[in-house]
């Protein structure tokens, strides 16, 4: 089965960098776009960032442009966000989820790892 | 810049009865790009609708997705005690890429 599992949360100083990374199984992995979601405690979904299969393609929301990075290694199953220049209001639960066909909404999601950004 | 809104913000309602969900957007969505989340309480969102009223795998057939263009809706024809949750519309394809709306929470009466 589909398995999605993130790490890499916790507590980090307001201009302080973390590195997330999502750990996938159950699925070829090399054949799908994956993304980063973010969801702020108490607070909706707000979409962070996406990457194609091969890498190539990558997309930001304006929020995070500039500040973050995602990757991945097809050879290591594994999602990554690197999130540098943090900030108080990136204090959110992060997803990594996976897109499902062209129509880009997400078919799986892992159970989230908490970031939080505070002196 | 398209902007999601959903309504109501909180629906009460009593198991058994029928919940419908809007989900508006400021300009045109294709319908091929709209999607429904079901959100519980310290998990993860669920896929419930693709391409506007597409079931996911799993699905019960309670749940329905509906509409075009701006309008949309996701209904749930008798609601059972395991639906009361969080409800978020998605779509992608314009400025910005991806967007959700700000959730509908269906609560018990």
């Known amino acids: 089965q589909v398995q999605l599992v993130e790490s890499g949360g916790g507590l980090v100083k307001p201009g302080g960098s973390l590195r997330l990374s999502c750990a996938a199984s159950?699925?070829?992995?090399?054949?799908?776009?994956m993304s980063w979601i973010r969801q702020a405690p108490g607070k909706g979904l707000e979409w962070v960032s996406y990457?194609?299969?091969?890498?190539?393609?990558?997309y930001y929301a304006d929020s995070v442009k500039g500040r973050f990075t995602i990757s991945r290694d097809n050879a290591k199953n594994s999602l990554y966000l690197q999130m540098n220049s943090l900030r108080a209001e990136d204090t959110a639960v992060y997803y990594c989820?996976?897109?499902?066909?062209?129509?880009?909404?997400?078919?799986?999601w892992g159970q989230g790892t908490l970031v939080t950004v505070s002196s | 810049e398209i902007v999601l809104t959903q309504s109501p913000g909180t629906l009460s309602l009593s198991p058994g009865e029928r919940a419908t969900l809007s989900c508006r957007a400021s300009?045109?969505?294709?319908?091929?790009?709209l999607a429904w989340y079901q959100q519980k309480p310290g998990q993860a969102p669920r896929l419930l609708i693709y391409?506007?009223?597409s079931r996911a795998t799993g699905i019960p057939d309670r749940f329905s997705g509906s509409g075009s263009g701006t309008d949309f809706t996701l209904t749930i024809s008798r609601l059972e005690p395991e639906d009361f949750a969080v409800y978020y519309c998605q779509q992608y394809g314009s400025s910005p890429l991806l967007t959700f709306g700000g959730g509908t929470k269906v609560e018990i009466k």
């Open positions: 300009q045109s969505v294709s319908s091929s790009y």
């Open positions: 159950g699925f070829t992995f090399s054949d799908y776009y």
């Open positions: 989820a996976r897109i499902y066909g062209d129509y880009v909404f997400f078919d799986y």
């Open positions: 990457i194609s299969s091969s890498g190539s393609t990558i």
């Open positions: 391409g506007a009223s």
